[in-house]
């Protein structure tokens, strides 16, 4: 979190502050950002499914409005939470990456996994209720690893179907049952392009609100195979020189960071910060 927002869990009840409103199609916005006053919002015809209070913004309350689907008000628009990533006040995409996560979990669970009952939301820490199980859901947080795997001035660079046309990534994947980070890096660069990886060493985290994961970063070295590319998941997979790498992803992204980090020591230029 940084000096301008920290999270908490808020009370709906309590009046002002300021408030968010997300939808299927995103995120609610005006010309002068995703942030309104709460009350000012909430005079607006929107179709609210809950509330939940989610920390302060410079001082102030701050409040999650998730709606069952997107209204037209009057000189507003929807945006995705990927175009907040890209560009803007990163603490403002920081306060929507959380909002958007509570959002889906807030939505998935409005009823009991176990009987089927409506839940309900417990107003003094994040979880929804189901009295009959006595069951309480939490936040959902999904770790994955993500790595760059090197070869000297090399590094292995993959693309997916679902990756903007031309754009070359490093490798990751969830993490499974019982397995570590490490277990998994290696399971996952195996399946996907079939090499073998050691000297393996955590670099970094980033929480990845699509929707709610956790990704953990490292640096992988090469230690043999040649590349086969597994079918369905990925489409293209090559080793890149640092001197010609090809289009690659978001600069505020851990993907970006792992690489660029590599090839500032390379190149012998000034390390990258991970955006936090």
């Known amino acids: 979190m940084s000096a301008r927002w920290t999270t908490a869990v808020l009370d709906p009840q309590i009046t002002g502050g300021l408030a968010v409103a997300r939808s299927p199609e995103g ?9 309104f006053p709460r009350e000012w919002l909430k005079r607006q015809d929107l179709d ?20 069952r689907s997107a209204t037209q008000v009057p000189g507003c628009s929807w945006r995705g939470l990927r175009a907040f990533m890209l560009e803007g006040d990163f603490d403002i995409y920081k306060v929507l990456g959380y909002a958007a996560q509570i959002g889906t979990w807030a939505r998935e669970h409005r009823f009991c996994g176990s009987c089927g009952q409506a839940m309900t939301q417990i107003r003094w820490e994040r979880a929804m209720y189901c009295k009959p199980c006595d069951l309480r859901s939490y936040p959902r947080i999904s770790p994955s690893m993500i790595v760059l795997v090197t070869r000297g001035d090399q590094i292995l660079l993959a693309r997916s179907p679902r990756f903007v046309t031309g754009v070359y990534s490093t490798l990751a994947g969830f993490a499974e049952p019982g397995e570590s980070a490490e277990d998994c890096l290696v399971r996952e660069v195996r399946e996907e392009v079939a090499v ?70 390379r190149l012998g230029l000034p390390e990258p910060v991970l955006p936090r």
Do not use: K, T
Request: net charge negative.
């Open 196 to 265: 073998e990886v050691q000297n393996i060493q955590y670099v970094g985290s980033q929480c990845w609100p699509f929707p709610h994961s956790m990704m953990l970063g490292f640096h992988a070295e090469y230690a043999g195979g040649d590349i086969v590319m597994q079918p369905d998941e990925i489409e293209d997979a090559q080793w890149f020189s640092v001197h010609d790498l090809p289009p690659l992803p978001a600069g505020r992204s851990i993907a970006r960071y792992l690489i660029d980090l590599y090839v500032a020591r």
């Open 48 to 67: 609210v499914l809950c509330e939940h209070g989610i920390g302060h913004f410079d001082g102030q309350p701050l409040f999650l409005l998730e709606l």
């Open 27 to 35: 995120f609610l916005l005006d010309d002068n950002g995703a942030l």
